[in-house]
């Protein structure tokens, strides 16, 4: 197992250090320390927090597992901090509704001191791009999504 060192700066005095839960967990839990809705709907969750991610690497966050317990989905999906992003961490999640109603009569989201993501760190490749007319055969083929059965 590689280890990196992954610098933090908080920006509020505030802010909560990411730490993993348990040992072997993938993801350092986010804390939020603010909460705004911005104009499109969405729940802001600023962390006051800074990373200095090294290059080679990225940051994801993901919605903590206690996220199926709200009614939000992180307005992304996957937030990607590259590694020469320097701002604030802030979480972003859409408010759940089906048909323009929400799914519950008393919703639920996270409030100002509760971990409200996870941030993995993964080792990336340097990608070189070849351009080509022909790719190599495989058992699969072109077969897009469903393809593989149920």
Do not use: H, W
Not at 53 to 63: D, K, M, N, Q, T
Not at 108 to 123: F, M, N, T
Request: aromatic letters at 8%; glycine letters at 10%; a negative charge.
């Amino acid at each position: 197992m590689s280890k990196i060192d992954l610098k933090i700066k908080k920006l509020a005095t505030n802010a909560v250090m990411p730490k993993y839960a348990k040992p072997g967990d993938a993801g350092l839990d986010l804390t939020a320390i603010s909460k705004i809705a911005d104009q499109f709907g969405n729940l802001s969750y600023g962390t006051g927090l800074a990373v200095e991610i090294p290059e080679g690497y990225v940051g994801l966050l993901f919605p903590r597992s206690s996220n199926s317990k709200k009614d939000l989905i992180l307005s992304n999906c996957v937030g990607v901090i590259d590694s020469g992003y320097r701002g604030e961490l802030i979480v972003k999640y859409k408010k759940v509704k089906v048909d323009n109603i929400f799914f519950s009569d008393n919703p639920s989201y996270y409030d100002i001191g509760e971990r409200v993501a996870q941030l993995v760190i993964v080792e990336i490749p340097s990608v070189t791009i070849i351009e080509t007319d022909e790719l190599s055969d495989t058992e699969r083929g072109d077969g897009g999504f469903g393809s593989t059965g149920q």
